[in-house]
């Protein structure tokens, strides 16, 4: 098997094995297992656990990414591409639901260069937005830093949004949490309670 096929197996178990028994409890052996190779053959790709899980942590952003920036091009409108980019967002979040609910954020702050590269992800994004908005005939004479933070507040708003996607099965989904959330999301975005919800 080519030496790149490989180290996305791994990387596919070890997404697997993180998922279901969290960071601190997935073990280097149990993610052999999973991909159907031995433990040397994970320590030839990834020194340890933490480099695996970087290594993982940086092929979901970058994934999440390229579809992002898919989701934003064309010839659509904005409000349309907005909509399709929240919803290729969540529906990744609910793709990979076991993994985003561990507590990624204290495993990668604690690290100064996972920090760093999060913080790279966070601004990559928010930057797609800005750039999608910048391109919107109707923003043309906007002021290019109003637009930078006008990205900044869509990304928080769709990250509130995640957050209540996210309540653990003992906590009730809150209403409207449904196919219509990317439109009414953008719509809150662009038009705000004036809007009224059109």
């Not at 596919?12 to 998922?19: E, V």
């Not at 028994?21 to 053959?41: E, R």
């Not at 209403?175 to 009414?184: A, H, K, S, V």
Request: aromatic letters at 8%; one cysteine or more; a negative charge.
């Amino acid at each position: 098997m080519p030496e790149a096929d490989r180290s996305q197996e791994i990387l596919d178990a070890a997404l697997k094995i993180f998922s279901k028994c969290g960071y601190h409890d997935a073990h280097i052996k149990d993610i052999a297992d999973q991909a159907g190779v031995g433990k040397g053959t994970v320590y030839l790709y990834f020194p340890g656990k933490q480099e695996l899980f970087e290594a993982l942590i940086e092929r979901i952003t970058a994934e999440h990414l390229a579809t992002i920036e898919a989701a934003l091009s064309g010839a659509d409108t904005l409000e349309e591409r907005l909509a399709r980019a929240v919803r290729e967002h969540l529906r990744l979040l609910e793709s990979k639901r076991d993994f985003a609910a561990l507590n990624v954020q204290e495993i990668i702050f604690s690290d100064q260069g996972m920090r760093e590269k999060f913080v790279g992800f966070q601004r990559a994004h928010v930057g797609l937005i800005a750039a999608s908005l910048k391109s919107a005939p109707e923003y043309s004479a906007a002021d290019p830093a109003w637009l930078d933070d006008a990205a900044l507040g869509f990304s928080g708003l769709l990250h509130a949004f995640q957050m209540e996607m996210m309540q653990t099965p003992t906590q009730p989904r809150r209403p409207g949490l449904d196919d219509t959330l990317p439109e009414r999301l953008v719509s809150l975005f662009l038009r705000g309670l004036d809007g009224g919800g059109k």
